[in-house]
């Protein structure tokens, strides 16, 4: 029975994230090839700013433990003040001229084909771009493998801040999704109540968080990277497309989308942004004191 219940459950996840997982092995494993038609390809040698002496971003013990706490506590908040949302019972008539004018102008109907595919979108930019950039890098000896320590905690921050917000946001607004507005649901949304989790747009916030935490670090870790460009456009066109797919297949109002690409992109920012901020002390500033059992010397770096 126990076995039964894993496969049942293996299955049920493979099929929940089985984009993330073909994208993510399509940039573990050809991680290079995917820009050759650009005549891009990764060099053998790019000057990468993280050295043995430096680093454009450095952890801190009490700022990683306020950031994950913070992140932490959003997230279990978030769980705790869950609404009980259910299904749709019937009551209630959902009107178009309900809808303010802007929303108005650009909702739909469920599209299973569209809602399936703005899937891609989070699953590129928040988990297959970065794993694929940083592992590449590392694989060919442009990035120390030690930094893949400080880029993972200021991502897993960054996740666990921008969901607790989200969540908390979605359950406190329950804003009842455009589809219910027209005569083609999402059944499985009406069943669970997802149907009244709108505002803001989950998807997006994953995805601007991706494109914009990758383009940020990216950007400071290889000043001088050919690739600074097509990591940029790459990621945010991903996050983008994810945002109109979110709108087009009825899951969102456009306001739901843009909620959700301020938070993502916002946090995406804020955290590599710290981190950025606690290296310029750790490294250029950070006085260094000493005791000899005689003396106490106090060491400056500028």
Known sequence: MKIDNFLCNSLLFFRKFRNVLLLASVFLLLPGP??????????????????KESSPFALNVFADIGL???????FATAAVIRKDVEG??????????????FDKLWFNGYDKTLDDLGDIGPAA?????????????TIVKNFPARELATVGVMFAESWLLSTGIKNIMKTTFTRTRPYMYTDEWDEKGVESGDWKLSFPSGHTTDAFLGATFTTYTFWKYFPESKFKVPVLITSYALATATAFMRVWSGNHFMTDVAAGAVIGSAIGFLVPFIHEKISAVKYRGQSVLSFNGQ???ATFRF
């Open 34 to 51: 995917i820009f050759a038609d650009t005549g891009l390809s990764f060099p053998d040698k790019e000057r990468c700013a993280a050295t």
């Open 68 to 74: 994950g706490l913070a992140g932490a506590g959003l």
């Open 88 to 101: 749709y019972d019937g009551d209630g008539k959902f009107k178009e001229e309900d809808i303010n004018s």
């Open 125 to 137: 930019t928040l988990l297959a771009l970065p794993v694929g950039i940083y592992l590449t890098e």
């Open 295 to 297: 003396s106490l010397t």
